[in-house]
């Protein structure tokens, strides 16, 4: 497989924000963004370190993918602060959970897609690619 | 024509797949998570522990797993009868890497029919298995 066809290099690139806890599995999902997506992503492990990123620093993401079980603040927590906020609210928001209960209710009260861990990253892959149209 | 171009990974509309790999030797673990990332189309996942790899699979379904013999207070056969009772994960294949004559661990290996391979690694070996399986 080749390199990277996102970033810096690609001025087509765009920012997704990857919200989890686990190092290992956010790291894993950004650079499986990368390589399979031309687009470029950067992992939080808190779901303050985004929102300070977004809040502060003026970084327009074009997606928000947010696992619900974070230390701080939940995945949803986090949704709704950044959904609150007018120049946020267009932003789409992919939230991840292990809870299938969870994601039900979050599909039904917040419309929000919900993709059930565990995932085949084909289909994480496919939902991002959607959710980034 | 689209704006955004696609690697070529996505144009060809190809399942994309996650190898777990579970080795406890950083060096190797680096090693292997190089290859399978140059080498193939596919992710790995890399671990050092058993404790991690079953945290992984809470979070990612892998198509494959890689796991040493020898883990730390555990092997990975052990490691491999405890992620094959998962009920989505029964149907992924195994290989595992001993450093030990195979002969040694034959049994074991074929009644989980697992594929058995001998450390030092040979990389050609490694990487047609892994097509073999995934493809």
Redesign the interface.
């Given at each position: 497989?080749?390199a990277s066809?996102a970033g810096k290099d690609?001025p087509?690139a765009r920012t997704i924000l990857v919200v989890e806890d686990?190092e290992?599995?956010g790291e894993?999902i950004v650079?499986?963004i990368q390589?399979?997506?031309?687009h470029q992503a950067l992992h939080f492990t808190d779901g303050y370190k985004a929102w300070n990123l977004m809040q502060y620093r003026r970084v327009m993401p074009a997606l928000l993918i947010l696992d619900y079980n974070l230390p701080v603040i939940t995945g949803i927590e986090l949704y709704d602060r950044i959904h609150a906020q007018k120049e946020f609210e267009h932003i789409p928001v992919l939230i991840v959970s292990?809870y299938h209960k969870l994601c039900k209710e979050v599909a039904q009260e917040r419309n929000l897609p919900c993709l059930e861990?565990?995932?085949?990253?084909?289909d994480f892959?496919n939902m991002v690619?959607q959710l980034m149209v | 024509m689209s704006a955004i171009e696609y690697p070529p990974s996505m144009d060809a509309a190809l399942p994309v797949k996650t190898i777990l790999v579970v080795e406890d030797d950083n060096s190797i673990g680096a090693f292997l998570e190089m290859a399978i990332s140059q080498e193939t189309r596919y992710h790995p996942l890399l671990v050092s522990r058993s404790e991690e790899a079953m945290n992984a699979v809470q979070n990612i379904r892998p198509d494959l797993f890689i796991l040493d013999y020898y883990l730390h207070r555990t092997t990975g056969i052990a490691l491999y009868d405890e992620l094959h009772r998962l009920p989505e994960l029964q149907d992924v294949p195994a290989i595992i890497f001993t450093a030990a004559n195979l002969e040694q661990h034959r049994q074991e290996i074929q009644q989980r029919h697992l594929i058995g391979m001998s450390k030092p690694i040979e990389l050609d070996e490694l990487l047609t298995t892994i097509k073999n399986l995934l493809e």
């Open positions: 497989m080749t066809p690609n087509h686990d290992a599995i894993f650079q499986a390589q399979e997506t031309p292990a861990k565990p995932f085949a990253l084909d892959l690619e | -």
